[in-house]
């Protein structure tokens, strides 16, 4: 309730959105409230009640054929208009977020269409929440435009965060505290538990989202490399390091294990059934791969690509206080 609230005062004004049925657009903002009670019934825009739109916007359903618009346009097919509305001048505006469509939809071959005459970036925020929606070329043409990308390797990590911890919940479980605390049968009165833990969840992705981009903000502002480049250094130094982590002897060290197990478990989960259960029960491997991942993360993120030579001994004992 107070997210919903949140988003509907919010000063931000979209103006449109694109999904598997058609294109809802409206250059003076699409109604906050109407569009945050669709998402809450999981359906589509082509439910979005028409009277809501100024007389200048639309919605164009992929089933329609010659469709006026209100600026005098002529549509002759809605899913052709769909499919290619991200290269429609109609659509520029200050952030665009991809959240589906087809791999390489913005490449080379099309690329100048989101940029305009006078050579300014029709899209001045892209952040990339499908993956392999525009090609990294067209990416990097973007960003010598002025665009700030953040790519789909920075931007759309969540989800695997939220799959991971739902298996680490179930793995941590057992069959009747999963059913007690995890299982839905009414998603009207989902389990107090339930509930919290995604709200934990959320908190996780958002410190990790948070962490990431600044991180990139900071690395390019450092070296003036592409950000589309600098979200794949990351993820690799990100990699390598989790690798080098858990065959070290760092897992070893019970006092460094627990205070980054500790950090990394979801609190609510930690609170129902401590440190010392769940790592009995996850297998090892799972929790070897929580401890270093959460550890490269933390260490890339704070120091950086190009870090001292001595930074992640200063790190690690930092983090034992």
């Known amino acids: 309730k107070q997210w919903y609230q949140r988003r509907v005062r919010a000063k931000d004004k979209t103006i449109g959105i694109v999904d598997g049925s058609g294109v809802l657009y409206d250059p003076n903002g699409i109604d906050k409230a109407e569009l945050l009670l669709l998402a809450n019934k999981r359906v589509m825009v082509r439910e979005f009640p028409l009277q809501k739109l100024s007389d200048k916007g639309f ?6 054929v010659d469709v006026t618009l209100p600026d005098g346009t002529k549509v002759d097919n809605g899913m052709v208009f769909r499919n290619n509305f991200h290269l429609n001048p109609l659509s520029s505006a200050d952030i665009f977020v991809p959240c589906g469509g087809r791999p390489e939809a913005v490449q080379l071959a099309n690329v100048d269409k989101l940029v305009t005459r006078t050579g300014e970036v029709r899209f001045r925020v892209i952040v990339e929440g499908a993956n392999l929606f525009f090609t990294q070329k067209a990416r990097l043409v973007l960003e010598e435009k002025g665009a700030i990308i953040f790519k789909d390797a920075s931007a ?4 695997v965060t939220s799959s991971s911890l739902e298996v680490f919940a179930a793995l941590s479980m057992t069959d009747k505290e999963f059913e007690n605390n995890m299982e839905v049968l ?7 538990f339930y509930k919290a833990y995604v709200d934990e969840v959320h908190r996780i992705i958002e410190e990790n989202a948070r962490a990431e981009f600044e991180c990139l903000w900071r690395e390019h502002e450092r070296t003036k490399t592409p950000r589309a480049i600098l979200s794949d250094l990351i993820s690799t130094k990100i990699n390598d390091l989790n690798d080098q982590i858990q065959t070290s002897p760092l897992w070893h060290n019970v006092k460094l294990r627990e205070k980054v197990l500790s950090d990394a478990c979801p609190r609510n989960l930690l609170s129902l059934l401590g440190l010392d259960t769940i790592q009995r029960r996850v297998p090892e491997n799972y929790m070897r791969a929580m401890f270093g991942a959460y550890l490269a993360s933390r260490f890339v993120y704070s120091a950086g690509l190009s870090p001292p030579e001595f930074a992640f001994f200063t790190f690690i004992h930092d983090l034992l206080g």
């Open 156 to 159: 759309n990590k969540g989800g």
């Open 186 to 192: 009414d998603p009207q009165n989902p389990p107090a």
């Open 59 to 64: 919605f164009v359903d992929v089933n329609s």
